[in-house]
C-alpha cells in the first residue's frame, strides 16, 4: 500500500483553514482509487528542523494509483487547494506504508 502523507505547518491563519479543509476533503475524498484516510493534529512537536501542526494521510493500492489519482481533476483540484488554504506551508511525499499488528510481532520475538 502507498500513501500520499501531506505535513502542515503551524498556519497564521488557522481559522480560515480550518474554515476550507472540508472543502479539501471533499475534493480529495473524489480522487480515484482512495481506499482510507487518516488525519491527525500534532500535539507536540518533538524534534527537527520544521515543526508541523497536522499530518493527513491518503492511502492507495499502488504507486501508480497514487500517480494517477493526484493527476486527476479532483487530484488537481485538491492540490490548488492545499496550497491556497495552506499559503505554501505544506510537505507532501509519497511512501510505501507497509503495517503489521503488534500480537502478529510478537509471535516472533
Known sequence: MY???????????????????????????????L??????QVEQFLFGACPYAQVHELYFDTLPAAQQAMASEP???????????TGGKVTLFIADHKQDDLEHIRKFQ
Do not use: T
Open 75 to 85: 487530484g488537481r483540484s485538491a492540490g490548488r487547494l492545499l496550497q491556497k488554504i
Open 3 to 33: 500513501k500520499l502523507v501531506i505535513l502542515i505547518e503551524p498556519l497564521e491563519d488557522r481559522e480560515s483553514f480550518d474554515a476550507a479543509w472540508p472543502e479539501f476533503l471533499h475534493l480529495a475524498e473524489q480522487m480515484p482509487g
Open 35 to 40: 481506499r482510507q484516510e487518516a488525519s491527525c
